[in-house]
Nanobody
Framework: QVHLVETGGGLVQAGGSLRLSCAAT???????????MGWYRQAPGKQRELVAT???????NYADAVKSRFTISRDNAKNTVYLQMNSLKPEDTAVYYC???????????WGQGTQVTVSS
């Protein structure tokens, strides 16, 4: 059983920074681990949306709204993915979810979410 545990959310003023972490625990798939890992967010009354993804080889993809402000990275040895968020805006307020896809694309996992609140 695989569990994703997110940490690092909180309350920050506009213009501030936060760093989210998502660590996979439980039965990891040997050295193959995960393929694409990523971060999504869901604001009140809105659908969940992609924030950023990163492949096992380090190729990244970002939503236009966060490009140049957010940076996704990962540590494959630790099965952990990070999201560095700078220049935060009130519109970044949301619950942020981590997602990880098994290396052979046969399964996908979600974390429980961590709240990020940006005050103006």
């Amino acid at each position: 059983q695989v569990h994703l545990v997110e940490t690092g959310g909180g309350l920050v003023q506009a213009g501030g920074s936060l760093r989210l972490s998502c660590a996979a625990t439980g039965t990891i798939f040997g050295v193959m681990g995960f393929g694409v890992m990523g971060w999504y967010r869901q604001a009140p009354g809105k659908q969940r949306e992609l924030v950023a993804t990163i492949t096992g080889g380090g190729k990244t993809n970002y939503a236009d709204a966060v490009k140049s402000r957010f940076t996704i990275s990962r540590d494959n040895a630790k099965n952990t993915v990070y999201l560095q968020m700078n220049s935060l805006k009130p519109e970044d307020t949301a619950v942020y979810y981590c997602r990880a896809i098994k290396y052979d694309n046969t399964d996908a996992y979600w974390g429980q979410g961590t709240q990020v609140t940006v005050s103006s």
